[in-house]
Nanobody, 121 residues
Framework: HVQLVESGGGSVHAGGSLRLSCAASGSTYGVAGWFRQHPGKEREGIAAIESGAGSTYYADSVKGRFTVSRDRAKNTVYLQMDSLKPEDTAMYYC?????????????????WGQGTQVTVS
């Protein structure tokens, strides 16, 4: 079992930056992902990183603006969000799964954090 705790959400003006953190504890995982959910919409995968090789994956909507990284020593995954836009406003979740077969698909993940709100005005 993996426990995930996100932090770092908040409010920022358009063009600003935020960094989300996801601290993991418990069992190991093969892939960590970041998802977001707009009100009334499906949860969408925006970034993911493989635990072993460190390969990263991005949705087109955030490519070039967001960066996912990991700190193995701290067992923490980060999402650096730059050049934020109002349409990035959403609840952001981190997730962990065992096999990174479809890293931006929520069906690949077994464990989820509680979510953190990001608001861009």
């Amino acid at each position: 079992h993996v426990q995930l705790v996100e932090s770092g959400g908040g409010s920022v003006h358009a063009g600003g930056s935020l960094r989300l953190s996801c601290a993991a504890s418990g069992s190991t995982y093969g892939v960590a992902g970041w998802f977001r959910q707009h009100p009334g919409k499906e949860r969408e995968g925006i970034a993911a990183i493989e635990s072993g090789a460190g390969s990263t994956y991005y949705a087109d909507s955030v490519k070039g603006r967001f960066t996912v990284s990991r700190d193995r020593a701290k067992n923490t995954v980060y999402l650096q969000m730059d050049s934020l836009k109002p349409e990035d406003t959403a609840m952001y979740y981190c997730a962990a799964g065992s096999v990174p077969m479809f890293p931006l698909n929520k069906s690949s993940y077994n464990y989820w954090g509680q979510g953190t709100q990001v608001t861009v005005s």
